[in-house]
């Protein structure tokens, strides 16, 4: 089975902090790891993937995520946030033996204060 | 076109009634993907097309809910005798090949509401 965890519904940090929304996730296989950012009243947008090599996995908007496999963690962070960065987050995974479709987390609302 | 495109962008409906959801794929993009996003939770999977091949309808979650597409083309998800718990936004998504290497790109999504 596959699944995602968000473990925070909110996270609130200051303009110009770095800022970290958390993922966990459990696959089968090895996994395909995803987020997609959604902003008010917009789809989706996708921002970053890993599949395989580097641990580090650069993306759109400054953002970066680092995949852990010991701690089956994808966390994505910025080093410095923006007010325009405010928007609801998902985690998605999917794996080598599963099937086509992303399972998705429940979403982390980030909320940057000036 | 562009990007994905869904239609009607909301939908209000009576219990009892039926009603049908549009997507519109980008063009060229092999796989289409249609989620549902209930109020504060996560994405849920409905079904997943894959140029002629056999959908995938694992996670349609009662048989009031279908969905179609010929080849490569419009899909439509059907919800019969709509229910309150059916409230929800609807988000299709498309693919080229497969989202495992492409990553989805997501229409704006049809909120439908059941009164």
């Known amino acids: 089975a596959q699944s995602v965890a968000q473990p925070e519904d909110q996270v609130k940090v200051a303009e110009g902090n770095p800022l970290t929304v958390k993922c966990t996730y459990s696959?089968?296989?090895?996994?395909?790891l995803f987020w997609y950012v959604q902003y008010p009243n917009r789809g989706l947008q996708f921002l970053l993937k890993?599949?395989?090599?580097?641990?580090l996995v650069k993306g759109s908007y400054g953002f970066e995520a680092e995949f852990n496999k010991s701690q089956t963690s994808f966390h994505l962070k910025k080093p410095s946030a923006l007010v325009s960065d405010s928007a609801l987050y998902f985690c998605?995974?999917?794996?080598?033996?599963?099937?086509?479709?992303?399972?998705f987390g429940t979403g982390t609302r980030l909320t940057v204060i000036p | 076109g562009a990007g994905v495109s869904q239609s009607p962008s909301n939908k209000v409906t009576e219990k009892g009634k039926d009603v049908e959801l549009r997507c519109d794929p980008i063009?060229?993009?092999?796989?289409l993907y249609w989620y549902r996003q209930r109020l504060g939770q996560g994405l849920e999977f409905l079904i997943y097309?894959?140029?002629?091949?056999?959908?995938?309808k694992s996670g349609l979650p009662s048989d009031r809910f279908s969905a179609e597409r010929t080849g490569e083309s419009v899909s439509t998800l059907t919800i019969q005798r709509t229910q309150q718990e059916d409230s929800a936004v609807y988000l299709c998504?498309?693919?080229?090949?497969?989202?495992?290497?492409?990553?989805?790109?997501f229409g704006s999504g049809t909120r439908l509401t059941v009164v």
């Open positions: 097309f894959q140029g002629n091949s056999a959908p995938d």
């Open positions: 998504a498309s693919s080229f090949k497969t989202a495992l290497n492409y990553g989805y790109t």
């Open positions: 063009s060229g993009h092999t796989a």
């Open positions: 696959v089968s296989g090895n996994p395909y």
């Open positions: 890993y599949i395989t090599g580097d641990n």
């Open positions: 998605a995974v999917s794996s080598t033996t599963g099937a086509n479709n992303l399972f």
